[in-house]
């Protein structure tokens, strides 16, 4: 009964928007929820998973913050997930799918953000070419196969979350490393069956809600960076060009108003999810802003420097101990290893590097610094 109450409710959407009774499924069929829709259930997995507990304690710009008001990469998901649903409700999309497309399109990420993200791909992709190192693409191996949850059903015991296609699309396809893309749609054409063989920083998601949750992630971090950036000394708002602050506003609140207003006034009743080109430029050039004074500071490349030296100290020497498994011996890092391998039930044929880089990408900020210290320090 009270899944026919979620049916009816979603026949209220837009037209547009993705049912949940129309899904493509999971990878290993399921009994339907009784009180939830297949995309609540989703978000409720990921939002219990261990995986995301740890993006508490993971960065977003400014390594292993001490400062409690620094943004960490939760509260960045969150604001994703805020900002979307806000958007996704006054367009009539599925809410529920949004949900949990936003709460999971980063739980993949490495320590160190994406400096460290950068330092493990060198790392993999050195000893093979073959392999490489891709938070968007980490995060759907995390919900497909890494994240554990508890359940009688054995038979979804290595299938991580079991989530629907849908909503892993959206967790692949969410990057949005082209900064002059303002316009999305909904690309219906694409394989599920190939959702690890696509390049999805090259085409489009599958659903309209999806589109929304690309598109939010560059506006919720642009200009609360900004605001980090501020707390840490690095700029003032004065420094940011007074046309981008005159376009998008002067404080983190404005611009993601501003731009909320502008993606709804252009997105209504159209098969798009869209900036105007005027709003769609100025964030533009705010995040070109942001790489210049934030990202590419000599701050931030200090800490980088950090962070390289943490990750490819602990891929050095953990892909040693995968390499040449010893379960005799009791060192710290052996032992932790062992645990991960037989908690994770690889198959003896699974690249020692991969099963490095699963393990180091779990890893918060704090836990690699101390497992570096552990490895190194005398």
Excluded at 32 to 49: H, N
Excluded at 122 to 129: D, F, G, Q, T, V
Excluded at 200 to 219: F, G
Aim: proline residues 3%; glycine residues 4%.
């Amino acid at each position: 009964m009270w899944r026919d109450i979620r049916i009816e409710q979603e026949e209220l959407l837009s037209p547009l928007a993705a049912h949940s009774k129309d899904s493509l499924g999971r990878r290993l069929p399921e009994e339907p929820c009784k009180v939830r829709s297949d995309y609540e259930r989703d978000a409720d997995r990921i939002l219990y998973s261990e995986d995301f507990r740890r993006l508490r304690h993971k960065t977003q710009v400014f390594f292993n913050a001490k400062n409690d008001h620094i943004c960490t990469r939760m509260e960045h998901v969150l604001y994703v997930r805020a900002i979307s649903t806000t958007i996704g409700r006054t367009l009539g999309l599925n809410q529920d799918l949004i949900n949990a497309i936003a709460l999971g399109h980063d739980i993949g990420h490495a320590p160190f953000g994406h400096s460290g993200e950068r330092a493990l791909h060198n790392c993999i992709h050195k000893i093979n070419p073959a392999l490489s190192f891709r938070h968007e693409y980490h995060s759907l191996r995390v919900v497909d196969r890494l994240s554990t949850r508890i359940s009688r059903e054995k038979i979804h015991e290595r299938c991580g979350l079991n989530l629907t296609y849908e909503v892993r699309d959206g967790i692949v396809s969410h990057c949005g490393e082209n900064y002059d893309e303002y316009i999305l749609h909904a690309d219906k054409m694409k394989d599920p069956d190939k959702i690890y063989e696509t390049e999805h920083r090259k085409c489009m998601p599958y659903t309209l809600e999806a589109c929304v949750v690309r598109l939010v992630d560059k506006i919720a971090y642009v200009g609360r960076d900004i605001e980090d950036a501020i707390r840490a000394k690095l700029i003032d708002y004065k420094d940011i060009d007074p046309e981008i602050r005159k376009e998008l506003g002067a404080t983190n609140g404005e611009m993601i108003n501003t731009l909320v207003q502008d993606i709804i006034e252009n997105s209504y009743n159209t098969e798009y999810i869209r900036l105007s080109k005027a709003k769609g430029e100025a964030l533009r050039e705010m995040i070109m802003t942001n790489n210049k004074l934030i990202y590419q500071s000599a701050l931030i490349r200090r800490y980088e420097i950090n962070a390289k030296n943490a990750v490819e100290g602990l891929f050095e020497m953990l892909y040693d101990c995968a390499r040449n498994l010893d379960r005799k011996n009791k060192s710290k890092p052996m032992e932790r290893l062992v645990g991960f391998i037989d908690e994770k039930g690889y198959q003896e044929d699974e690249p020692p590097e991969q099963i490095v880089t699963d393990y180091i990408a779990g890893m918060t900020d704090a836990y690699a610094l101390q497992s570096f210290e552990d490895l190194y320090w005398i």
